[in-house]
Structures are given as C-alpha cells and as structure tokens.
C-alpha cells in the first residue's frame, strides 16, 4: 500500500516539533538553573518564569533576581530554544564572559542581564540578534569599546550599557538606531567627542552620557533631537559654549551639563523652554551676567562659575547656594553683596567675592540664635559648639561656632581657618557643604548644610535609630563614605588627607539614606616634596597603627580609619575588641564567624544584602592591612563599589574573620595598592 506524500511530509512535521521540544525541556534540565527541575512533574511551561507559545514551544525565560546562576549562565545550550523572544536575567549574580552562542536567539526581542557580574568584551554575535526592542546590561564588569555591529540594532527602543567599564569612542554607527528613545552609556570610561551622528535619532528622549571621559564640544547636530526630555553629559570633559542648537530641544526637563570645562554665557534661550523641571550648569568656566529671566523651575545650580553682575530678584526663593562659586555677583536679595549705586561705580572700585559676603550676614545669624542661646545649641566639642538656625531666607543651617577664648587659642584659630580653606575647595556630594562663613572677632562661624541626623556615631548609639538603619542603608553609607574620601584622595591636587575619619564626622540625612564626611580642621595637603611628617592627630581607636611611630601621614591612614568605620557600621559598634582579639593568634579568633559580629539588633540579612555584606567586609579587611602599602588606594575601593563586580559570596556563618583578615576569599581581582 502506498502512503501519500503529503501524510509522510506532515509525520516527518510532527516527529521534528516532538524533537525540538524535548531539545528545549532536556536544555532547562542539563541547566542546573531550577533546582531540582529533573523532579518536576508539572509541564516545563509552568516551571517559574517560563512561558510557552501554543504549541509548547519556550518564548520567555524571566527568573530575574531569584536564582544563584555563577557560570552556569555561560553552559547554558541557548541554540535549544528558537522561539525564545524574552530573556531576563538581572540580579542573578552571573560571573564570566557573555558566551557567543547567545548570538542564536534569532528571535530575542527583550535581553536583560543587568546588575550582574558580567566581565569581559562583548561578543560580535549579540550582532546577529537583529529583532532586539530592548537590551539591558548595565552595572557589570563589562570591558572593551562598543561593537560598531550595534548599529545592525534597527528595531531598538532602549539601550543601556551604563555603569561598566566600556572604553574606546562612541562609535557613529549608533546614528542608525533611528527607532530608539532611550540610551544611556553612563559611568563608563568612553573617551573621544559626542559623534555628530547622535543626532540621527530623532526619537530619543532620554540620553545619558555622564561620567565619562568624553572630550571636544557638544555637537550642533543634537538640536535635531526635538523630543529629548532628558540630557545629561555632566562629569565629562567637554569644552566650548553650550551650543544655541538646544533650544530646538524645548521638550527639555532635564537638562544636567555639570562638571565640565564649558564656557560663554548661560544660554538666554532656557527661558523658551516648555516646563524645565531641573537644569544644572554648575562646576563649568560659564561668564557673563545671570540671565535676566529664566524661566521658573524646581531646581536650576549656576555654581563655581565665573558669572558677574547682579542677581535678579526673580531668583529669591532659590537662595544663594545656588551661585556661590562665582567671585563678582551682587543682589539685592538677602544674603548677597548688596550692589553698588550706578552713580558710585568707578574703574577702581574692587569685585565683590561671593565667599566673603557672608560676613554681612552676622546680625542675621545672632538675630536666628538669640545671640547663640544654648537652646540652640545641638553639640559641642574641642573647636566650640554647633548651632541650629534658620536663617531669614528660611534656610535651615548649621552654625559651627568658636567662642571667645577658643578664638584667641592660636592651634584652634588655625584649625577653624585650616576647615574654611579646605571647604571652599572641596565639590562632592558625600562631603557636607559649607555655604558660607563669618571670620570677625565677635562672630567666628562656619554656615554649614543642617544634617537632621546628627552623627553616625549618635544613630549607631541610639536602639530605635540603629535599628531604622538597616542593612541595605548601611551598605549604601559605606560606599557613600568611601567615594568622598576617593575624591579627597585622586581627585583633588594636591591631596588632601583628612586625618579624622570616624563615626562622629560621618552626618546622615533625614532618611538616613546618604552619608556626607565632615569636619576638616585637622585635615592637611598632601606635599610630594616633603615629609609630611605631624603629631598625632585624630580620634582615639580609628588612627592608623604607623603613625605612632613613623609621625608620617599619607592618604593609607585615611583608608585604614574607613576601614575601622566600615565594620563599625556592620557591627553597631567600635570594632576595637575585635580587632585586637584577632591581631592575636588565638583558636576563638579563627573560628569567629562573620555573622557572629554583624550588629544583632537587626534581622539577619537576606541572600542578596548577605551578598554585599560580605563584599563590604572582605573590603574593610584588606583597608585594615598592618602595612600601609598593603592597603588598596580609596580609588580602587571606590571602583569595585561602583563596578558590582563581587567576589563570589558564600553563607556569612561559613566565612570566618581569619579568612577575611587574610584575604583568602577575595576573588575580584588584584588590589590596587599604590
């Protein structure tokens, strides 16, 4: 009997659907990502996070910051699964390259693996995946420059590689994926100049380019970019004028050029823009007069320019914070220069300096405290006495005060200069901000943010407040602390070493979400031609062991103090029991686990704040090496918080503190140390 073609044809159909299913239901298995999967009796397309089309055949995989994948993710036979059109993968502490085979999902449309541990060059095949909507890789270890084959990406809506370690230009080819709305390359280290071709894709609304080392000027093609809401190229290296091209992008909310070398005037056209939410020029080589109206908005910073002239009026409610930095403005509002008559003008009259006109503002501030009432007073110590008061802009500050004989102590006098000097050099956002001060014999004080918190140290020794503080806020302090002693230590010249890092000159905001280092009396600048040699000088417990014998401060000591400040804050308490318990030799010290020491007024951490916990450990350890040279530079430890590139975590009851103290479980790489 002979069998119809078409009945063969259809069979041969059926038994290679029936293959390629079983392919796809033996590769989730031989993947070790669902535990005990081999076990399941439900179908594959109910395991967790996997959806299936009508046919049985796996379309998305999303198990996003549920599963511990390790390398697993690099065995993972991606060629088993044609229809997959959805892989999700964030937060799931993968480790290693991503592996070329990724490249034969033809079909991917949705690629997230970010937040991950992700290092090496990206593979050209990611270029075959041409069907891509949205590709997320953001905060890896990923290195190399950008595939010029991203340009084959014609159907992208949303692109984000920021916060790795990408290098290399932007590559023009960028300019093709006319479809996208948003890109972010961010905290990365792109260099060369913004490629005109950017402004090929007129569908964009959000760019991100910050925090790189991008040069040259701003291209006049990004005024074709119509739709931009946001744009943010602060922290770079870009120079020239802000480009009048812009004000075609008056979709413009957001609109952040910060910390560049840009120069001419502040742009008249911000007053054209439809609704500005926040604008921020600040930290650039700006001159000429402030605009006479800008439009109103939330938040707009001319800081650490070179303006002139005066301040209009219109800009009373944004107080003067807002322009300190540049030498020659006056206003009428309170709290500026007041300017002069036209009439009384005269070539030869000198600039007022913004940094000096808050001495006009001494009846101001005895009128706030009452003539420095101690119901005022929310703290004392060796220098005098901090302040609360509201000034009559309704600014609420800190007024850190020297009284009358402390002023007339010569190493006093000189400490309270010593802080005003460094403060009016120091630009960062964990360091407080000084806003002005008064140096007159009846009122010596330093106008500081107010910090509702008070000190790290008052929180840690408070039960409520402690408790308030949890895990992953801890965490996030002590990188807080570790960026703004980085930037101390690598980006300001000379050095500046602060020589009292401890809990009590670490503040805290409101939410006890953001840490700010404070009081630089002591701190000193780092002379490359000298000995730097000094007395003793910090808190008790915190001080570095050589300096009681060498009398020689460098940038180590800080970073063995952040060290002690790092355990105290995972500890609740001064760690210095601790630390000598383990300088000894002894069997309790080895056999003392790490979750042994973590403060216990707070439930244990979950896997993943257990996870940062211990990175964070590892860390302090290798800043509290006996050795100074021993120790990693404060730019490293910055890097490897800002990388996510962690070693590979383990059970906290299973990492003991001998192991910590001897590095035996750090796997990120090798420490930078000079």
Not at 83 to 109: A, D, Y
Not at 276 to 284: A, G, M, Q, T, V
Request: hydrophobic fraction near 40%.
């Amino acid at each position: 009997m002979n069998v119809p073609n078409i009945v063969i044809a259809a069979g041969s159909v059926a038994t290679s659907k029936s293959s390629s299913l079983k392919q796809e239901v033996q590769a989730l298995m031989e993947s070790g990502w669902w535990s005990g999967s081999s076990n399941f009796t439900t179908s594959h397309c109910d395991w967790p996070g996997i959806k299936c089309n009508f046919g049985g055949s796996i379309t998305e995989i999303d198990i996003a910051g549920n599963i511990y994948l390790g390398d697993k993710f690099r065995k993972f036979k991606f060629s088993s699964f044609p229809n997959l059109v959805r892989l999700s993968l964030s937060n799931n502490q993968i480790l290693g390259c991503i592996p070329f085979e990724i490249g034969s999902l033809s079909k991917l449309t949705h690629l997230n693996l970010s937040h991950n541990y992700l290092t090496g060059q990206l593979p050209l095949s990611l270029a075959n995946l041409t069907k891509l909507v949205k590709f997320d890789i953001s905060f890896n270890g990923i290195t190399g420059s950008i595939p010029k084959e991203f340009g084959n990406f014609k159907n992208l809506l949303e692109l984000n590689l920021s916060h790795n370690k990408f290098t290399g230009p932007i590559p023009s080819t960028l300019g093709l994926l006319t479809n996208l709305s948003n890109l972010n390359l961010s905290f990365n280290e792109i260099n060369g100049s913004i490629v005109s071709e950017i402004g090929l894709l007129k569908n964009l609304l959000n760019l991100y380019l910050n925090n790189n080392n991008l040069v040259g000027q701003i291209p006049l093609t990004i005024g074709h970019l119509t739709k931009l809401e946001t744009l943010n190229l602060n922290w770079n290296m870009i120079s020239g004028p802000i480009p009048t091209e812009l004000a075609s992008c008056f979709l413009i909310k957001f609109l952040s050029l910060s910390h560049n070398y840009l120069n001419g005037s502040v742009p008249s056209w911000v007053k054209d823009l439809y609704a500005p939410i926040k604008i921020d020029l600040s930290y650039n080589n700006l001159t000429g007069n402030v605009p006479i109206s800008l439009i109103r908005m939330r938040e707009f910073n001319l800081s650490y320019n070179s303006l002139e002239g005066r301040v209009p009026i219109i800009f009373k409610n944004y107080g003067f914070e807002v322009f300190i930095g540049n030498k020659d403005l006056c206003s009428d509002i309170k709290g500026f220069a007041q300017c002069p008559s036209p009439s009384l003008i005269s070539p030869s009259t000198p600039p007022l300096a913004l940094e000096n006109i808050v001495s006009r503002m001494e009846d101001d501030i005895i009128e706030a405290t009452e003539d420095f009432d101690i119901r005022y007073c929310i703290g004392t110590g060796g220098y005098g006495s901090v302040y609360k008061a509201q000034l009559p802009s309704g600014k609420v500050v800190a007024l850190k005060k020297l009284n009358h004989l402390e002023a007339e102590d010569p190493t006093v006098d000189k400490s309270f200069r010593n802080e005003v000097k460094m403060m009016t050099e120091i630009r960062h956002r964990n360091i407080v901000k000084l806003h002005g001060y008064c140096l007159h014999k009846r009122c010596m004080v330093l106008i500081y943010e107010y910090m509702e918190r008070g000190s790290l140290f008052c929180v840690l020794n408070n039960d409520v407040e402690a408790v308030e503080l949890d895990w992953t806020k801890r965490v996030n302090i002590i990188k807080d602390i570790a960026h703004a002693i980085s930037y101390m230590h690598h980006d300001c010249n000379p050095i500046i070493v602060h020589r009292d890092i401890s809990s009590n000159n670490i503040l805290l905001n409101s939410k006890l979400e953001q840490a700010f280092v404070s009081d630089f009396g002591i701190a000193r600048l780092l002379d490359p031609n000298s000995s730097n040699q000094t007395l003793v000088a910090g808190t008790y417990g915190y001080i570095a062991p050589e300096l009681a014998y060498t009398m020689v401060f460098t940038e180590k000591c800080d970073v063995y103090s952040f060290g002690v400040v790092a355990l105290e804050i995972l500890m609740g308490i001064h760690p210095g029991e601790l630390l000598t318990t383990l300088s000894s030799s002894s069997s309790s010290s080895r056999n003392m686990m790490l979750n042994e020491i973590l403060d216990q007024r707070l439930p244990p951490p979950n896997r993943i704040v257990a996870r940062d916990i211990f990175f964070v450990a590892t860390i302090a350890f290798a800043c509290l090496c006996t050795k100074p040279k021993s120790r990693p530079t404060m730019n490293w430890v910055s890097q490897e918080f800002l990388s996510r590139k962690k070693p590979i975590a383990k059970p906290l009851h299973v990492v003991s503190l001998w192991q910590l103290k001897n590095q035996e479980n750090y796997m990120v790489g090798d420490i930078e140390t000079q």
